[in-house]
């Protein structure tokens, strides 16, 4: 789930017209999305028989940081100006640390599927801080479609069931809309730096920036089961998790945004709830219901209606 990269507007347009880049374009934000929707199920099967939410984290954040700085050895990366060190510490300690732990957080109440579906929303709220902050004034269409989407998030949360089970899961939907905003903040903040810099540029210190947090999420590390078993398969998740949606997937995206473009490479996050369905079916951690189809569709139904009403305000804008 970790697509921050995709709202780089560096190009609204994609960076080549040949059939060569569209392809390697759609292949590179694909297999990123398929690492982010598989990874809400097995960070959901660490979490809590091998390792806490707070290990998960402190794994994730620490060892990003880790990677970012070995290959920025090894590549050529430029300074980060004055005025861009405020947004990118708010966009590491604030932005990052707080999504990726209320994310991991909310995978210890609820079910992989439904936060899967929340984790479509930080695009909504990336509008409404727009609006708050920037004062930008989206069309009657968008605020439409934030409506629409909002509903289907509602549609979650009242299908998240009574008794002890339910209320767990249901405080495990509110923590991953709180992780949300969090990933909106993110994405605000960063939006001007991500303009100027090259992604590991930015990214080894956005991450070192909330490596920092995460260092006390080492307490009681030592105690974890998963430091006191010999098998292999919580090692092998624990290393996806690493690896795969934290460090590949963002150096998949930045291609990706210069051969499609920023707006097709959004459109392929509201796949992550499929891949994440589809890994926690096959892995036996969640059945698909209904009401959980039914949500998606609400969701992204409101999102084609915002995109649509974007286009024609940008277009009416263009015309004048």
């Given at each position: 789930m970790d697509n921050s990269i995709q709202n780089n507007q560096t190009s609204g347009k994609g960076g080549g017209s040949g059939v060569g880049?569209?392809?390697?374009?759609?292949?590179?934000?694909?297999?990123?999305t398929i690492f982010w929707g598989v990874n809400v199920s097995v960070t959901k099967a660490l979490i809590p028989d091998w390792m806490s939410s707070e290990g998960v984290t402190a794994v994730r954040l620490i060892g990003g940081c880790v990677l970012f700085w070995i290959v920025s050895m090894f590549m050529h990366c430029g300074k980060i100006g004055r005025q861009d060190w405020k947004k990118i510490i708010l966009g590491g300690t604030v932005g990052l640390f707080g999504f990726i732990y209320l994310f991991v957080m909310s995978l210890k109440y609820a079910n992989p599927i439904d936060v899967s579906i929340i984790m479509t929303l930080p695009p909504l709220f990336v509008i409404l801080m727009g609006v708050i902050?920037?004062?930008?004034?989206?069309?009657?269409l968008e605020y439409l479609g934030?409506?629409?989407?909002?509903?289907?998030?509602?549609?979650?949360?009242?299908?998240?069931?009574?008794?002890s089970a339910g209320k767990d899961n249901l405080i495990g939907i509110l923590i991953a809309i709180a992780s949300c905003i969090c990933y909106a903040f993110y994405l605000v903040i960063l939006e001007g730096p991500s303009h100027t810099?090259?992604?590991?540029?930015?990214?080894?210190?956005?991450?070192?920036?909330s490596a920092?947090?995460?260092?006390?999420?080492?307490?009681?590390?030592?105690k974890m089961p998963i430091?006191?078993?010999?098998?292999?398969?919580?090692?092998?998740?624990?290393?996806?998790?690493?690896?795969?949606?934290?460090?590949?997937?963002?150096?998949?995206?930045?291609p990706a945004i210069k051969d499609i473009g920023s707006e097709m490479v959004s459109i392929y996050q509201?796949?992550?709830?499929?891949?994440?369905?589809?890994?926690?079916?096959?892995?036996?951690?969640?059945?698909?219901?209904?009401?959980?189809?039914?949500?998606?569709?609400?969701?992204?139904?409101?999102?084609?209606?915002?995109?649509v009403g974007k286009k024609r305000r940008v277009a009416a804008h263009s015309g004048h």
């Open positions: 880049k569209f392809l390697v374009g759609n292949a590179c934000i694909l297999i990123s902050f920037l004062h930008r004034r989206p069309s009657k934030i409506v629409v989407s909002f509903a289907g998030a509602a549609v979650v949360i009242l299908a998240a069931g009574g008794g810099y090259k992604p590991v540029t930015m990214l080894r210190w956005v991450f070192l920036f920092l947090p995460a260092l006390f999420l080492l307490i009681g590390f030592d430091l006191r078993t010999s098998e292999i398969v919580p090692w092998i998740e624990i290393g996806f998790i690493l690896l795969c949606p934290t460090f590949i997937a963002y150096f998949l995206v930045q509201y796949l992550l709830p499929v891949f994440a369905t589809i890994s926690a079916v096959l892995m036996g951690l969640d059945r698909l219901k209904w009401i959980q189809v039914a949500a998606m569709v609400i969701i992204v139904a409101g999102m084609v209606l915002t995109n």
